[in-house]
T-cell receptor
Framework: GDSVTQKQGQVTLSEDDFLFINCTYSTTTYPTLLWYVQYLGQGPQLLLKVTTANNKGISRGFEATYDKGTTSFHLQKASVQESDSAVYFCAPYGSSGNKLIFGIGTLLSVKP | AQTIHQWPVAEIKAVGSPLSLGCTIKGKSSPNLYWYWQATGGTLQQLFYSITVGQVESVVQLNLSASRPKDDQFILSTEKLLLSHSGFYLC?????????????FGSGTRLTVL
């Protein structure tokens, strides 16, 4: 079956560090990849959307890109802040049955 | 503006007891509705989805059931709770058709089964 891989389960950074999170999945039939952010005790919210066609999405200082060579998606931010501490999920969209498959999530902890 | 409200915020229940969680969406007619479950520190697992009143599709069998008695209401329930039901339950809505890719989540219900 389809699966989503987020290798970095937990990332600990200091403020102003560079963030880079990777996401891959087993099929290339999902042209749209969504990044959700979940702050502690809250429901997830959409952060960014990127497609294999446009290769890039930008929001709130975050940038989502698609690497055609490795068929993988990346989420990055040049300078993280303590308020960015949260769990980041990637979720490819396009499967049948209105099913959005989420990765395991990357817990980002930013130290002041 | 659309709002999504989940109730209760948290529940502590005994194994074998019944459960009913609710979700109401205001400001949007005929949305797709979803129930997700999240173990502590875990990913989001879709449980059910509904595209219209009275119709609910099951994605994962976890001894839970769902119903959509009204266009704006989604209910998750079970007659007998298990320890494994503990976790964070999230209701979400989306637009329909090609715009269904973006989910709008509620604040969730934290369930502890003892």
């Amino acid at each position: 079956g389809d699966s989503v891989t987020q290798k970095q389960g937990q990332v600990t950074l200091s403020e102003d560090d560079f963030l880079f999170i990777n996401c891959t999945y087993s099929t290339t039939t999902y042209p749209t990849l969504l990044w959700y952010v979940q702050y502690l005790g809250q429901g997830p919210q959409l952060l960014l959307k990127v497609t294999t066609a446009n290769n890039k999405g930008i929001s709130r200082g975050f940038e989502a890109t698609y690497d055609k060579g490795t068929t993988s998606f990346h989420l990055q931010k040049a300078s993280v802040q303590e308020s960015d501490s949260a769990v980041y999920f990637c979720a490819p969209y396009g499967s049948s049955g209105n099913k959005l498959i989420f990765g395991i999530g990357t817990l980002l902890s930013v130290k002041p | 503006a659309q709002t999504i409200h989940q109730w209760p915020v948290a529940e502590i229940k005994a194994v074998g007891s019944p459960l009913s969680l609710g979700c109401t969406i205001k400001g949007k007619s005929s949305p797709n509705l979803y129930w997700y479950w999240q173990a502590t520190g875990g990913t989001l697992q879709q449980l059910f989805y509904s595209i219209t009143v009275g119709q609910v599709e099951s994605v994962v069998q976890l001894n839970l059931s769902a119903s959509r008695p009204k266009d704006d209401q989604f209910i998750l329930s079970t007659e007998k709770l298990l320890l494994s039901h503990s976790g964070f339950y999230l209701c979400a809505w989306s637009l329909t058709g090609a715009s269904a890719e973006t989910l709008y989540f509620g604040s969730g219900t934290r369930l502890t089964v003892l």
